[in-house]
């Protein structure tokens, strides 16, 4: 029988608000109106993540759209009340809403499990048609209650969490696709040097002749047959006959675009608006490359628009948008759509800065050998930003991007850490599984340690390492016959062929792989006393910034065990595998230098307690990590996947085989969750060239109403409603 409590969120959910209200002030008008323009298009944009989550997630979008837009929240409890709907109900619904609007859909962004509401299905009825929505057009609000409603509630085995085929729900793919054809898509792409990133995969079976017809659809404002800017005359549109491997007969392939077609058109209109505002060149021929993408379906195009951003140093405003993170794809390539508009925090940027100017000096602590690292560091720019808008499925505390491995290996990237998600996010309600004497340290210096390690994980850990490569003419970018592979102590006999990427070697492992690789990096580099000097940190105060960052990485690990499934064995969030599987790393290392106790709680219920010896980080820790640290990069520079996977996988195993008994202690970390901060973020308005902020309550019902005068006027919603409309005979929400 399902636990349904690990598929709510609690009436208690905390809500914190992103401020942004001093840095946005201090913006001249121009800089206001650059960022009003991209904070459109980035929210506009969110929105075709509720097509990359579940067939039912836009309309249910539609439903609380047009509930919330047309009744205050005052009077919608009122007339809920008058229909027999208890406060605690009221809430409940409150509460699902703005999950819902959080996550851009009705799965976690962080975790991929779905969400229900915590009211009965009548009640939620209730809610619903008594609105005035309902009342002034019963028939529209009635169908899409009736559309959606099984739906919402839904927890069959293949709902329950994101995935492929038997394993999950996903809309990148159409319903009859599995790994295989993933993996057969994969191949022809990578033989057209398509990447997948703006793309959906849909397959249609042919009876007659057994074998599937393969779409590939590109996300972009055009439909029609034409150029895709980038491939060199290529004719990349259209039918393609293709021989996989294991495969008998070529099977077809076509190529389209025009995904997602009016939501893009929408991203691109405010992109052109932006643009009258840019500060300088590098910004304005960003912004027509993306343009030019969101248009055509180019890839190359954003990669193009990428590179002006890389060479667009220290502007006031930050942004960037497309398809960026592939988390959420169950084979790890397809981008999820995601924008954001920042405005820069100078204070905390000159440390990060002083951070950039002592990377070489860092990298060189790194425990590979040099040849393993880049011929050159390209010193990007890392600035902490406080978040204006953030158009996605959530908001993170730190990025590094492009993600375009050519780009980041051969010209640059850029950092952000986002400091009022920081701030506002990382504050624990209630401290589990730390014994009393770490809470006040752990308390006092949880978020300077994180900000330590968001700084080293996007810099040093995610710009650091070299793939090694063959060139389209056979040669390699790297000496095969004097580099060593460390641990087999020959010589390297795997690399990346033309056409291969990080992404399509290792596939779903990627993300969590490099997800983990720099967080070893983080916790490895912050040992050195120049890193502590250069946030602020010296003597006793730094020793201590070390224990509680290598204490939250521990209890991480632990606290990771809510992300893992034991119905499919599989990881349902690419941080958390990452961080049990540095836990396991730590556990193996042994001397006592890790440990979890079984305890009673104060409420007499089993608990748990995570336990570091502070004495043995260096000792005992740093080796362990090192080690383990190499293996990652020497496997990802290799392109040895059979290596790397077989390593991945044994310490990401959840089992009761042997102590601690993970699998076992499973159910006391479930039982003693918190649940994570939603983010109630500013709107903008123009009215006349001029730009005001709008701020919201830090509730649930601050949230709501912040998506309800997001698109005022109504649009955008009858853009959602026809491409639901015609995305429903692939993706029909019937249960």
Known sequence: MTDLSQYVFPNDTPVAMLDCVEAFGGLTKREKLYAHYLAQASFAGGLIVLFQTSPESPGIYLLLQRVFRNHSIEDLKTAATANGVSDEDFQAFLVYAAAFYS??????S????KFIPNLPKEKMEAIILNSTAATGDPGSVASLWK???DKMYSLTEREKELGLGEKGTTTYFSPNCCKRDADIAQEFMVSKDISPYNTRLFKKDDPSTNLPTYEVRLAATLSEDGEVPGFKGKQILGSH???PKDVVGPITFLVTRGDYSKLMEVVAQNIDKAVEFAANDNEKQMLQEYRKSFQTGSIPAHKDGSRFWIRNKGPIVETYIGFIESYRDPSGMRGEFEGFVAVV???????????VDGAEHLLAHLPWPREYEKDKFLRPDFT????LAFGGSGIPAGINIPNYDDIRQNEGFKNVSLGNVLTAGYKDNKITFLYEEDKELYTKYKIPSFEVQVGLHELLGHGSGKLFHQKA???LDFDVSTITQTETGGKITSWYKPGETWDSKFSSLASTYEECRAECVGIYLCLLADVLKVFGFEGDEGDDIIYVNWLNMVRAGLLA?????????AWRQAHMNARFVILRVMLEAGEGLVSIDRVQGEDKEPDLRVKLDRSKIISVGKPAIGKFLCKLQVYKSTADVEAGQAMYKFYSDVNNSSQPHFLSLRSIVLARKQPRRMFVQHHTVEQGGQVQLKTYEPTPGGLIQSFAERFPDGYLDSVVQDLWEKERPVFPTSV
């Open 103 to 108: 996550n851009m859909g009705n799965y976690k």
């Open 345 to 355: 925090n100078k204070a905390m940027s000159a440390k990060f800065q002083r951070l």
């Open 110 to 113: 962080f975790g991929d499990s």
């Open 147 to 149: 559309e959606v409603k």
């Open 241 to 243: 006959q293709y021989n």
């Open 561 to 569: 065990l809510e992300f893992y499934s034991p119905e499919t064995g």
């Open 473 to 475: 003419d056979g040669s």
């Open 384 to 387: 902490s930003l406080d978040v």
